[in-house]
């Protein structure tokens, strides 16, 4: 009986999603719950060399380069990089490689995005010591958590089973003492919400308690 590989596992099944996540890619960045990251992305960090982790099939990648991000976007999954290449030119480029284990140099980046991602490695903290070694000091790093309303936590439920997953849910703010415990210092955050959550339902609340009401959460760290 084969042994579960994880990463195997991994690119195995974004590889059967890739060609459904491409139909829904553009409309989620552009009108749906990723439509706030970009402009957000650009209020705090610089333009310069940008890594992508997770970029699926790249129109993220892509919408940053179109700001004038020099952009590098790498996913697990080779068919969603077939997606990402016909978008590539200069400045913008994908790799088909694994968070855990980059083909960047140290130090190589000023800016990145994790949207998503991080929840689907083997080992969190591990990917975000990572992600930290490409980085310069000072680097800038936007984070997208899935919150508690979120319906794609579907996906680890399997391990209430006993069954193998890929999926490893975290919550909004144990992302956040992950990171501020491993080298990382927070800058700002912002909550993406579904639509029967409106701003009455959020003002005067805390941190903590907009985060238990979110679909995501969007953090701008940056590298201590």
């Known amino acids: 009986m ?10 195995f099944q974004w590889d059967e999603r890739a060609k459904s996540w491409h139909s829904k890619s553009l409309n989620m960045w552009l009108n749906g719950s990723r439509k706030e990251i970009i402009p957000f992305i650009e209020n705090y960090i610089p333009k310069g060399k940008f890594l992508d982790l997770g970029c699926g099939d790249g129109f993220g990648s892509y919408l940053l380069f179109e700001r004038g991000y020099d952009v590098s976007g790498i996913d697990i999954s080779e068919k969603m990089i077939q ?7 200069n400045h913008l480029t994908f790799y088909q490689g694994d968070m855990l284990n980059l083909p960047f140099n140290d130090e190589e980046f000023t800016g990145m995005m994790a949207i998503n ?4 490695t083997e080992r969190p903290l591990d990917a975000l010591n990572e992600v930290k070694r490409v980085m310069k000091d000072n680097g800038f790093g936007c984070f997208g958590i899935l919150g508690p309303t979120a319906m794609p936590r579907i996906n680890s439920f399997s391990r209430l089973e006993g069954k193998d997953t890929i999926c490893n849910t975290m919550m909004p703010w144990e992302f956040l003492k992950l990171a501020t ?6 800058i700002a955050e912002k909550e993406v919400y579904k639509k029967e959550v409106t701003d009455r339902h959020v003002t005067g609340l805390s941190n903590k308690l907009k985060q238990a009401l979110s679909f995501m959460t969007i953090f701008i760290l940056k590298v201590k």
């Open 83 to 89: 997606y990402a290449k016909k978008k590539e030119t």
């Open 181 to 186: 415990e491993n080298g990382w210092e927070l």
């Open 117 to 120: 991602s991080l929840e689907w």
């Open 2 to 11: 084969k042994s579960f590989s994880w990463t195997d596992t991994s690119q």
